[in-house]
């Protein structure tokens, strides 16, 4: 089973007043680094087999946060970067929500294609299908991060929920928030959603517990009835 840490960028100047999309040298701004160097402390302790980021210059500063001190290096996977707004990009959100496509983007964003742009469906697809591969790549017993943007976490987590995309809405991912999901062979199981604070160390299973190896008669797939003990 992999486990797959997805961490959204932290703030940069244009973040909340403006979609900023794939607007060149948008950088972390001094809350937004501080933020990442905080992410990068609270995880710290956790062993990471990769850490992967979005190209866009907000994300790869927040990951190179994460990495400082390790021996992982950051590596860069275009699927992860930030939906292609098209004409939207770097315009104020209070005057894209008088934009007529602005509701279809809030109750059906399976519908949903930016002028210009990409569709929503087309982003969903391209980021779960860099997840499959790199759980692959790094195998089952695999801790790894990747950063990336909120319209792209929230779809990987729909699709972790087995929720179809008009419901991604429901999800947030706020700056520098950390979202984890373990996969497994049957299913997904999501860890931890838009988690700003608190221990990590129980993000990597211990050998031979029962969240590892799924405990006596059951499988890594299992969900346990009743609640179970926690995963730490």
Avoid at 39 to 52: F, N, P, Q
Avoid at 61 to 67: F, K, N, P, R
Wanted: aromatic letters at 4%.
């Amino acid at each position: 089973m992999t486990t797959l840490l997805l961490a959204r960028h932290g703030l940069t100047h244009l973040t909340g007043p403006v979609l900023a999309g794939w607007t060149p040298d948008v950088h972390l701004n001094d809350a937004g680094r501080a933020q990442a160097e905080a992410l990068g402390a609270r995880l710290a302790s956790l062993e990471l087999d990769a850490i992967v980021s979005s190209p866009l210059e907000r994300c790869r500063e927040t990951a190179q946060a994460v990495a400082a001190g390790r021996v992982t290096e950051v590596t860069t996977d275009e699927r992860f970067g930030e939906c292609r707004y098209g004409d939207w990009t770097g315009r104020p959100i209070a005057e894209l929500a008088k934009d007529p496509l602005w509701p279809v983007v809030q109750a059906h964003p399976s519908a949903a294609r930016f002028p210009g742009g990409e569709s929503l469906p087309e982003v969903q697809h391209r980021a779960v299908a860099a997840v499959r591969e790199w759980n692959e790549r790094l195998g089952p017993k695999a801790v790894y991060l990747v950063c990336s943007h909120g319209d792209v976490i929230k779809a990987i987590v729909a699709d972790a929920l087995g929720l179809h995309l008009d419901q991604f809405q429901r999800v947030t991912a706020d700056p520098a928030s950390l979202t984890a999901i373990r996969y497994t062979p049957l299913r997904p199981f999501v860890l931890r959603l838009n988690d700003v604070g608190g221990d990590v160390t129980g993000l990597r299973p211990a050998e031979g517990s029962a969240d590892a190896d799924g405990g006596e008669n059951l499988t890594v797939s299992d969900a346990a009835v009743g609640g179970g003990s926690g995963t730490t």
